[in-house]
């Protein structure tokens, strides 16, 4: 009786241990994701975690975030693999399980929760079978073409002079279509030499072979979720929002001297630690928000907000496409730490390291393609922001200057474009936050005191 109550025994531990298996879902890794991609798992099918351990990499539409474990465990069964896309929030992607536990159910486990999304799909395909059904219809006319193919008498013989054969076999000359003028019907050489193709099939011939002839060289690139997004984001802005321009230029004389000051004293203490221009055009946007914030607002449908602090959202360019990291309270810090923060932010995200948190959120977006020797451009908003502001670059430009002998000096311009949502900033407010930035960039001391 005791060896019966150990094996039931051990049949109901097995039972419970199945049981314990658990589905690992698709999580939200940001409030606006819906769907992502499996960029690499980390762990194998059999490998234990631990709490903290990164289970896999998630592609969402900005970056490639870790996702890790939550508890101990062990990774029973993995359902989808690595460079999978467009996965649903909430979908099973892996089967977990715990230390000793019995992993021979993962396998049914993985094929049910696989079996019930192709269930899904396959009932879509339906409505097609309908439209593809008078296809089937319209298919007669290529049987009906076969059939008239043939319209000389099957084993009826031609009568031809040899050299009337030779030369329409050379030519590809069907001497069923030519006539004879010969004896009794006869197809002499001058016949074959006269025959002329019916004008209906040459122009079919002649229309179907330009498009395979003119077809060009092309490469398809897979659109990623990163890109999807940027496209659809920026067409909804685009299309939404009531865009307006204001173009101003500034005299960037002062800012380079100054900055050339301040880099050969951090030179000194660390060679590596250089501002940029860009460094004192994210600080003299924040200040120019605390005098104007009117243009630190958002669109909300039913009411503007307007922000306390400006989190200026910057725009790097990374191989799959741009992201806007946020230097946060820009207002509250100096040039050397906004500089290091900057850098540090576009390293990760052209790394696609950033977390949702560096890159949700901003209240203002700065674009600057200066540095590319871009002297002018407009810039779509990135909503619910009021505004971006695209920056070129710096070049040299005679001005009037009655003080000087000649009547003219060359001053070091930068042209700035605001774009705005007509909705929150009005046209004056937009001139007012301009001329208050360009205030700050043509006198950088005034943000420093």
Not at 200 to 222: F, H, K, R
Not at 360 to 376: A, D, K
């Amino acid at each position: 009786m005791s060896s019966v109550a150990r094996i039931f025994a051990r049949r109901l531990h097995a039972s419970a241990r199945r049981n314990v298996l658990s589905q690992f879902n698709m999580p939200a890794m940001s409030p606006t994701m819906s769907e992502g991609g499996i960029a690499s798992w980390k762990k194998k099918e059999g490998e234990s975690f631990s709490a903290g351990d990164v289970l896999l990499e998630i592609e969402t539409d900005k970056a490639t975030i870790d996702v890790e474990a939550q508890d101990d465990g062990i990774m029973a069964k993995i359902i989808a693999q690595d460079g999978a896309k467009n996965v649903k929030i909430g979908t099973i992607i892996a089967i977990v399980g715990e230390e000793g536990d019995d992993l021979s159910g993962a396998a049914e486990m993985a094929a049910k929760a696989s079996s019930e999304t192709p269930k899904e799909t396959a009932k879509e395909p339906e409505p097609p079978k309908t439209e593809s059904e008078p296809s089937k219809d319209t298919s007669p006319p290529p049987s009906e073409t076969k059939q008239s193919k043939p319209e000389i008498p099957v084993g009826d013989r031609i009568f031809a002079s040899p050299i009337a054969k030779k030369i329409a076999l050379e030519r590809g000359i069907p001497l069923s279509k030519v006539k004879g003028s010969g004896p009794e019907g006869r197809i002499l050489r001058e016949d074959v030499e006269k025959y002329k193709p019916s004008t209906e099939a040459a122009p079919s011939n002649a229309a179907s072979q330009p498009p395979a002839a003119q077809l060009p060289d092309y490469v398809d690139t897979p659109i990623s979720n990163m890109r999807r997004t940027i496209g659809s984001r920026l067409t909804q802005s685009k299309q939404e929002l009531p865009h307006y321009y204001v173009t101003v230029d500034i005299n960037m004389d002062k800012v380079l001297k100054l900055r050339e000051v301040f880099n050969k004293t951090l030179s000194e203490k660390d060679k590596s630690a250089k501002l940029s221009v860009n460094d004192f055009i994210v600080k003299a946007v924040a200040c120019a928000l605390s005098d104007v914030p009117e243009a630190n607002s958002a669109w909300l449908g039913e009411v503007i907000r307007t922000y306390k602090k400006a989190d200026i959202s910057v725009a790097v360019a990374t191989p799959t496409g741009l992201i806007t990291p946020i230097v946060k309270d820009a207002g509250s810090k100096g040039l050397a730490t906004i500089s290091a923060e900057t850098k540090a932010l576009a390293k990760k995200a052209r790394d696609g390291k950033l977390a949702p948190s560096e890159y949700q959120g901003g209240t203002f977006t700065i674009s600057n393609l200066g540095m590319f020797g871009v002297s002018h451009f407009t810039a779509i908003i990135n909503p619910p922001q009021s505004c971006i502001l695209a920056v070129g670059s710096t070049e040299p430009k005679f001005v009037p200057a009655p003080e000087e002998e000649r009547g003219f000096k060359v001053v070091q311009n930068m042209q700035v474009t605001l774009s705005s949502d007509h909705r929150t900033v009005d046209g004056a407010i937009a001139a007012r936050w301009l001329s208050a930035f360009k205030g700050y960039l043509e006198n950088p001391l005034t943000f420093m005191l």
